[in-house]
């Protein structure tokens, strides 16, 4: 059975990217790099509120 992933964001909160991306790397962490069907899931909405939150608040150049 195929799953559709939504591609709207609804992030539970105005997070940075900075955030979502620890996030990120807590998730691939606690994985030990091989994602799980429900990991995977959580990782691609993850991803989508980080691309919507680096939008918002671009990074600044060094």
């Given at each position: ?18 955030e ?8 691939w962490?606690?994985?030990?790099g ?29």
């Amino acid at each position: 059975m195929l799953h559709s992933m939504s591609t709207t964001v609804e992030p539970d909160s105005e997070r940075s990217a900075a955030e979502v991306n620890e996030e990120i790397r807590a998730l691939w962490l606690r994985s030990g790099g091989t994602l799980t069907g429900e990991q995977r899931e959580e990782y691609q909405r993850l991803v989508l509120e980080w691309a919507a939150a680096a939008q918002r608040r671009p990074a600044r150049a060094a």
